[in-house]
């Protein structure tokens, strides 16, 4: 190899390294690091080796070109392990994931997805109806609860073919309990998570908890041995997958850990991309007014079907703006597991790359006024030479979000249908909703809106 340079390193003169300053607020940690070092730095909290990369070159290297060199063995998938345990989002036993993924990913191509448009705007209508009954006096609605029972059911009603209004409250508040508690602990590891602090011993019982709601749904459907029809739902499709190598299914663990990475995966990032959505909209009313002018157009008052997508064009480019702005799952994370060069810089083994969309979004060199909230900007002038690793809402390379088209899907049908009979307008004297970095990037103090009619 040429003589590498070394990587900038971000200092604090805190006395701590950049921890305290890490703990106290980690975007305006890596806010400080970009604007010092540019696009690829490094820092050691708690003695931990991080390196930001937010060039959309030295990503695709990351994730693509040399993708099976940056592993799943990063701090952050360490961290979130014990819950997501060996499921496809922190896997890190390559032959496993690769096995899993084999598997699972005909379940959720486009065409595969189509079949669970009707869940989407059924259980959208559902929430309209239950909002016009308990907020149609005016009152303010928590749009981030509201949505989250609403991305539950229709996961659920995916994967389960079950309504889960009631005991999708005790998922909900586990989850929200274990994406505090990591989020926290991500910001400062330590004491370690096997020490049973009273936070941790939160995350214990949230963690029985989300089991419990699974384990329920899987032990039953086992029970019931359910063959594959026209109906069929995503739990009883990964029963009965068998793999094309080995000719072998996928054990009852590895299918409770699966169906509980498909939850998590599908929960919070819906919840808070939708909380967003209308977030924006309610503040934007010109994107609102030619919202309003497509769905009109192309749907005339009745419920979208899945075939309506292809002229939702703009619809579509509100949910890729809000994904660009507000990305829920903002960081992700790499493991080098040999020493490798970016841009000239020696990046030692063991490291651990941290992607953070959140300021790749907002990169001057890619995005015109990245702090302006303005689909137009993915129109396909507009995106045109735009490079592909500059906009990674669902990641990228192999380890892609697997409900890439689910979630696209739900996001632009749930706006259509809300937005062809109701608006959901800002309250007076609504203060500004921040984003706050937990595991994902949540409206910190929830979104709260007023429901009108149109
Ligand atoms: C707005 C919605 C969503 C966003 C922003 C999102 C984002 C992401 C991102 C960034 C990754 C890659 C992480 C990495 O490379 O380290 C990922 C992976 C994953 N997501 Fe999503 N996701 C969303 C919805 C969903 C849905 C609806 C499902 C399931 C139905 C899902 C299931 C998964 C799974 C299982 C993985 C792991 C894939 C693998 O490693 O093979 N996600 N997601």
Not at 203 to 227: Q, Y
Request: aromatic residues 8%; charged residues 25%; hydrophobic residues 40%.
């Amino acid at each position: 190899m040429p003589q590498l340079k070394e990587l900038p390193s971000v200092t604090f003169n805190d006395g701590s390294g950049g921890v305290l300053a890490f703990k106290r607020d980690q975007l305006a940690f890596l806010s400080h690091g970009l604007e010092r070092h540019g696009d690829i730095f490094r820092f050691r909290p708690l003695g931990i080796p991080m390196v930001l990369v937010n060039h959309p070159d030295h990503i695709r290297h990351i994730l693509v070109d040399k993708g099976d060199k940056y592993d799943k063995n990063a701090t952050l998938f360490k961290i979130v392990r014990p819950v997501l345990r060996k499921g496809l989002i922190a896997n890190a036993d390559m032959e496993l994931w690769r096995r899993q993924r084999r598997m699972m990913a005909p379940h959720f191509t486009p065409k595969a997805v189509s079949a669970f448009a009707r869940n989407m705007t059924d259980e959208t209508a559902r929430s309209l109806e239950h909002w016009r009954s308990a907020y149609g006096d005016g009152r303010t609605m928590d749009v981030t609860d509201e949505v989250g029972a609403l991305a539950l059911r229709i996961v659920n009603r995916s994967l389960f073919s079950a309504d889960v209004n009631e005991t999708a409250l005790a998922f909900e508040r586990a989850f929200a309990t274990a994406n505090t508690v990591l989020g926290a602990f991500f910001r400062f590891p330590f004491p370690p998570l096997s020490v049973p602090t009273p936070s941790h011993r939160r995350l214990r019982r949230a963690i029985d908890e989300m089991d419990a709601f699974v384990s329920g749904f899987v032990k039953k459907r086992v029970a019931e041995d359910v063959p594959v029809g026209d109906e069929t739902d995503l739990l009883t499709l990964l029963l009965h997958t068998v793999d094309e190598v080995d000719g072998h299914g996928m054990d009852l663990e590895q299918l409770h850990h699966e169906v509980l990475n498909i939850c998590i995966g599908a929960y919070e990032t819906t919840t808070n991309t939708l909380s967003w959505v209308f977030y924006l909209l309610a503040r934007h009313p010109e994107v609102e007014k030619r919202l309003h002018e497509e769905v009109d157009r192309v749907l005339g008052g009745r419920t979208p079907a899945f075939e309506d997508l292809r002229d939702l064009t703009y619809t579509r480019m509100i949910v890729d703006e809000t994904l660009r702005v507000y990305s829920p799952a903002y960081q992700f994370m790499r493991h080098a597991t040999e020493d490798d060069e970016i841009d000239g810089y020696r990046v030692p083994a063991g490291s651990n790359v941290l992607i953070n969309s959140y300021f790749l979004h907002r990169h001057p060199d890619f995005w015109d006024e990245p702090e302006r909230f303005r689909p137009e900007r993915f129109g396909p002038q507009e995106s045109a030479g735009r490079p592909k690793h500059a906009y990674l809402p669902f990641g990228g390379g192999h380890r892609v979000c697997i409900g890439k088209h689910f979630a696209l899907t739900e996001l632009t049908l749930v706006l259509a249908t809300v937005a062809s009979g109701h608006r959901l307008v800002l309250p007076e004297g609504a203060p500004e909703v921040v984003p706050e970095a937990l595991i994902t990037l949540h409206p910190k103090g929830g979104v709260h809106l007023r429901l009108e009619r149109r």
